[in-house]
């Protein structure tokens, strides 16, 4: 079974710097998809970032960006430039390719990020 | 974007009525449809799987006849808490994939207080 494992409970950074989230997963699969959401306090799921294990370049979505190592199985999340609409809990989720791209989402235990003005 | 929605965003129920909460997918048919359960600081627990006029698959651990799952259209799932106790109580999230980007989309959740 795949499990996804993000070993900051929180993390803390000042407006305007640059902060890491990090996420380790593990699966035999060698097609996978890694994406990473955010939950404000309204508690909508937003897609921040998504990536293909299959494509090498790491994904960049304006400010966010990943460093995917899939040898590592490492797949962290780099926000530049922290503003404090940031804040929110950042959750790392590992879905499959097999079966089709209809399977289910396999979530972290999430980071909360803090952005001190 | 494609939206999901779900209604109600709150409800209160008393211990032993059961309590329904509907998944819309507002722009786009979802073959697929996810419950997810959230308690309090902790990350999102898949509930089920369903597929649009089949059965739910539930995971490990949930019971099918206490969360009663239906889907009986391309744009709409229900969850239904039947029998409902204080330890129900939680924050209920439900997703839909779309064939044509093939991503999962978010509703913005549902909080169910058993009194």
């Known amino acids: 079974a795949q499990t996804v494992t993000q070993s900051q409970p929180e993390m803390s950074v000042q407006e305007a710097e640059t902060v890491t989230l990090s996420c380790t997963y593990d699966?035999?699969?060698?097609?996978?998809?890694l994406f990473w959401y955010k939950q404000p306090p309204s508690r909508q799921m937003i897609l921040v970032i998504r990536?293909?294990?299959?494509?090498?370049q790491n994904a960049t979505e304006n400010r966010f960006s990943v460093n995917f190592q899939k040898a590592a199985k490492s797949f962290s999340l780099k926000i530049s430039d922290s503003q404090l609409g940031d804040a929110a809990m950042y959750f790392c989720?590992?879905?499959?390719?097999?079966?089709?791209?209809?399977?289910?989402?396999?979530f972290g235990k999430g980071t909360k990020l803090s952005v001190k003005p | 974007g494609a939206v999901v929605s779900q209604h109600p965003s709150r409800v209160i129920c008393k211990s032993g009525t059961s309590v329904k909460i509907e998944c819309r997918s507002l722009?786009?048919?979802?073959?697929?449809m996810f419950w997810y359960r959230q308690f309090p600081k902790q990350s999102l627990m898949l509930m089920a799987t369903?597929?649009?006029?089949?059965?739910?698959?539930?995971e490990q651990g949930v019971e099918k006849d206490k969360f009663l799952i239906n889907h009986a259209s391309l744009t709409l799932s229900t969850l239904t808490v039947t029998s409902a106790h204080p330890e129900d109580s939680s924050f209920y999230i439900c997703?839909?994939?779309?064939?044509?980007?093939?991503?999962?989309?978010f509703g913005p959740g549902t909080r169910l207080t058993v009194t």
């Open positions: 997703s839909a994939y779309s064939g044509a980007s093939y991503e999962q989309y």
């Open positions: 699966t035999s699969e060698s097609d996978y998809y």
């Open positions: 990536q293909e294990a299959y494509k090498q």
């Open positions: 989720a590992y879905r499959s390719a097999y079966g089709g791209s209809q399977g289910n989402l396999i």
């Open positions: 722009d786009f048919q979802a073959t697929t």
């Open positions: 369903s597929n649009e006029g089949s059965k739910a698959t539930y």
